[in-house]
């Protein structure tokens, strides 16, 4: 509560025997704390009120008074006055010093939520990235990491791939938002995730990532179609045809496969 240059002076005596540290205008969360002190001065906090006492010299206290912080974790930015009165060897009590300290708020990190998006097979998914601050703007955002089964890009004309931890900027008002897109590999669906953090107007980076979910639905690509086979085989030799032989003509969709032959 005292600057590097606090100074406790008397003009008729050597000696400090007491002083006392108030904080005015307490408010939920504020708090004294006393660190060490110079032999033969003692404290003691009670409340909002801090008692030095021991007679010694004014130099200690000075000292003394340097040893006392003010912490707070009230959410309260109105300034704090702190009142500092000594009293000499002859119980006389000083002016009254004050201190003013300036509360800055804590920038309280933003919060990345999590998201899902849908889309069909073999087709582009726009994934919008979703993140609030409640104290502040969201700047942008960074992936900590990439979905499988396809690839993110940056744009929907699929010019530029989503890196890991390179700045997204945030669009929006609350809440901001970023949109990416995700391609899927041919004929693959099925739930693919990724995720991502948001950085506020401070720099403060969200530390649990959001999760971005892609949700991709099989699309239906037409029905199995079998063509006729002809083989030519000698006579009096049998001949194995194989289910290669067999099937290389036959078009198969959506990665089925052929569970019977008749």
Known sequence: IADTD???TDVDSTNVVGATITLTNAKTGD????????PGITASVVGNVVTLSGSTFKTDYQTALKAVT???????????????????????????ATTTINMVPVNIAPDANNVTATGTEDNLV????????????????????????????????M???????????????????????????????????????????LGAEDLTPGVATINVSAVNDGVTVAHNDNFTLPTGTPYIISKAALLG?????DQATITSVG
């Open 159 to 201: 010019t530029t791939l989503a890196p890991i931890g390179t700045s997204i900027t945030a669009t929006g008002s609350g809440p901001y938002t970023a949109t990416l897109y995700f391609k899927p590999l041919a004929n693959w669906n099925g739930s693919t995730n990724f995720n991502y953090t948001a950085v506020d107007n």
């Open 126 to 157: 726009a994934v919008t990235l979703n993140a609030t601050d409640t104290d502040g703007t969201i700047s942008s955002f960074k992936l900590t990491s990439l979905p499988t089964n396809g690839a993110l890009y940056l744009d929907a004309a």
């Open 31 to 38: 708090s004294f704390s006393v660190g060490s002190l110079p």
């Open 249 to 253: 003509n036959d078009t198969l969709f």
């Open 6 to 8: 606090v100074s406790v």
């Open 70 to 96: 003010f912490n707070s974790t009230s959410n309260d930015t109105s300034q704090r006055i702190i009142t500092v009165t000594v009293k000499d060897d002859s119980n006389v009590d000083s002016n009254v």
